[in-house]
């Protein structure tokens, strides 16, 4: 495989020379090592004397077309990646290549220069981390044989190595990412890239993505969603913060409102990276999206597409709801640290403007209950008040005089006036209710 300061090695295999030729003016100054054939017979050729990182093939090719050929690199050369160029719509040929040859991905002619440039990075990039990722497990087998060689009563001796292997499990299950056989496994390594992250930030962060994916998902629960929706709402909020890790130290720390027009605009970006980042693996498409819009706003103020109300995605709007009520007690969203009930009271008068209100209202109750500090407040608009409820706060007019006072219990007249003054001058109402600890 190829080493870290080495440039990639590429075997361009088309019968067509204009095709050849275009390639090879296309990856040569992006610093590529490239050998070129016009058959799948002499591609073989080419891989059996050089040192081959990946393949680009065409489909159709005479004597051996590129779904045999592939297929015969797999089998012989199965660290090769394998990418299959095709220039016509036979779906049957394409699938043949995908199922023999286990292509990493296929792409059509005329390609788009941008488009197989990423392509082959991305793939290329692939083949380091699987590298990688066997030294590390050849080196992690070779301490666990080596453990398991120690005297029982060298306890401090053992508890060296055992630390030793723990430290070369991590860094293997950085360089899985994607490719980690146990699906769980991949996403706890792709929470915790930013969690990682050594000094006191690290330190700060920690837990932030467990604990906001949990919320998010009991919050989804709550609202009735689908298991498979409330599924990748949890994924989002485990890998929410993925787009962050190539921000520096100090931004990942530093509250959103002190950093500079500068910093702003860069940590703005992390959304649409994270996505750019999930979005290629199947089974993250959908919490990709969720991903990318978890700092849009209700009433369009947020990031990065200004959505607003319902055109955001539910799960975003749950995200959002979750991982602010998390960052505002850490520190990441404003200067201070919040306690745990002035971050509810924060998402409270935010609702309807920052953050949708049913995703406001069911995640209260359910922090409310987790509390148990007592009176459960709750905000809710007239349509769902009923006689008996004690309202809160006062409830004021926006005209600035008061409407109902801290502790008026509510009856079948009050809740019919406030439902016709709502229709009448167009204003949303929202009475904060009291609900004792059962």
């Not at 998402?347 to 949708?356: H, M, Q, W």
């Not at 801290?406 to 009050?414: C, F, H």
Request: with cysteine; hydrophobic share 40%; net charge negative.
């Amino acid at each position: 495989m190829t080493e870290a300061n080495d440039a990639p090695t590429l075997l361009l295999v088309d019968d067509e020379p204009s095709i050849l030729s275009a390639l090879r003016r296309l990856f040569r100054p992006h610093g590529y090592r490239i050998f070129v054939a016009e058959s799948g017979a002499a591609g073989l050729a080419v891989l059996a004397e050089e040192h081959i990182d990946l393949v680009i093939s065409d489909m159709r090719m005479p004597e051996m077309d590129g779904a045999t050929f592939l297929q015969q690199v797999r089998e012989r050369w199965p660290l090769v990646m394998r990418i299959l160029l095709t220039g016509y719509a036979d779906i049957t040929s394409t699938v043949a290549a995908i199922n023999q040859g286990e292509i990493y991905r296929y792409i059509a002619k005329p390609w788009n220069d941008t488009e197989m440039l990423t392509l082959v990075r991305e793939a290329t990039q692939r083949l380091r981390l699987e590298a990688e990722n066997r030294r590390l497990t050849e080196l992690t087998q070779t301490q666990n044989e080596a453990l398991k060689s120690l005297n029982a009563s060298l306890e401090q001796k053992v508890a060296e190595r055992t630390s030793e292997l723990r430290k070369a499990l991590s860094q293997v299950e950085l360089a899985h990412g994607e490719l980690k056989k146990s699906f769980v496994t991949s996403v706890q390594v792709f929470a915790g890239l930013i969690e990682l992250r050594s000094g006191p930030v690290g330190k700060q962060l920690a837990g932030h993505g467990r604990r906001v994916a949990e919320h998010a998902r009991s919050t989804a629960q709550r609202m009735g969603l689908p298991d498979a929706e409330v599924q990748n709402i949890m994924l989002a909020g485990l890998l929410h913060d993925i787009g962050k890790i190539g921000l520096p130290d100090e931004l990942l720390g530093k509250p959103y409102n002190m950093l500079s027009a500068e910093q702003r605009a860069l940590v703005m970006k992390h959304p649409s990276i994270g996505q750019n980042i999930l979005i290629g693996i199947d089974k993250f498409k959908d919490a990709a999206l969720i991903v990318r819009h978890h700092h849009e706003c209700y009433d369009g103020s947020g990031y990065p597409d200004r959505l607003s109300g319902i055109t955001i995605p539910q799960g975003a709007r749950i995200l959002t709801v979750a991982n602010d009520y998390d960052a505002l007690q850490i520190g990441t969203l404003v200067q201070r640290p919040l306690k745990p009930n002035e971050a509810l009271d924060f998402l409270i008068e935010n609702r309807g403007k920052r953050y949708d209100p049913a995703a406001v209202d069911a995640f209260v109750r359910l922090i409310s209950e987790t509390l148990k500090t007592g009176p459960i407040e709750l905000p809710l608009r007239t349509m769902h008040l009923k006689p008996g409820m004690a309202v809160s706060r006062d409830l004021m007019h926006r005209d600035g005089y008061l409407l109902l006072a801290t502790g008026s219990i509510l009856n079948a007249e009050i809740i019919g006036q406030l439902l016709r003054m709502e229709q009448a001058e167009q204003q949303n109402l929202t009475v904060y209710i009291r609900q004792e600890e059962k």
